[in-house]
């Protein structure tokens, strides 16, 4: 009995009057978008990320301006506006703009877009981190929070401030892997209210009843230390062997 012979499948043909150079522009092309493609992935995630805070603060600007009645729930915004309001402008903004730091193609093709939101990131980010540690302090607390979470609140808010400020002065002195390094940290913490979504998720799937004092601190604390290790991931993966200095000028 002999064996039948081995039938190959037919290779692919390149186009009519396509020569060696169309064919290989064709191939680089394709091999480009794939990993340009893959370089959106993490933009994408993080505006996903950070559409429940941002639905939030939509819903809270509407009973704001809308003239929602007055709750206990929601007494302390309509007793002090200014601070809730600018809170949740400053927020948005940075979690829909920060995410196209994240797209390095984008980021080098754009080198002045970059350095324009840049400048508003940073606002932004200290506007939102003063804002928090201001209701923190100053606005009566809703029920289930307690010490432990104004703790949290008090801790990250100022880990997110200090984070930026020393962004700032890294790329001041044109320490580029430290800018970015500080600059993700104070990102990872500024948009944890969407982790903080999905942390209290098994809870209530769980449980089903609102969790009490403690449970919720910890639920939400674990939202920040999350972010921060996946951030710290991230920049421990990108890390060069050495610091990276920029050729161009300095963040002025």
Do not use: K
């Amino acid at each position: 009995m002999t064996d039948s012979p081995t039938v190959l499948p037919p290779f692919p043909r390149p186009p009519r009057g396509a020569g060696p150079t169309t064919v290989r522009n064709t191939s680089e092309a394709a091999a480009t978008a794939r990993p340009e493609r893959a370089g959106w992935l993490v933009p994408a995630l993080l505006i996903a990320l950070s559409a429940v805070p941002v639905v939030a603060g939509v819903i809270r600007m509407t009973e704001l301006t809308g003239g929602a009645a007055v709750t206990p729930e929601n007494a302390r915004f309509f007793a002090s506006p200014v601070p809730v309001t600018l809170h949740i402008v400053a927020v948005t903004l940075y979690s829909i703009l920060g995410a196209f730091q994240f797209a390095p193609r984008f980021r080098r093709r754009r080198p002045g877009w970059h350095r324009v939101a840049g400048r508003l990131l940073v606002v932004c980010g200290l506007v939102a981190a003063l804002t928090g540690l201001e209701m923190t302090l100053f606005y009566p607390r809703p029920e289930g929070d307690g010490d432990l979470l104004a703790g949290f609140r008090l801790v990250f808010g100022t880990a997110m401030l200090l984070s930026i400020v020393l962004g700032v002065s890294a790329i001041r002195r044109r320490d580029i892997a430290r800018h970015r390094a500080w600059m993700m940290r104070g990102y990872a913490i500024g948009v944890a209210a969407g982790t903080q979504a999905l942390t209290h998720l098994p809870w209530f799937l769980i449980v089903g009843t609102q969790p009490g004092e403690l449970p919720r601190a910890l639920l939400v604390g674990a939202g920040w230390v999350i972010n921060l290790a996946v951030a710290e991931w991230f920049i421990r993966r990108r890390r060069p062997g050495g610091r990276a200095r920029a050729a161009a000028r300095p963040w002025r």
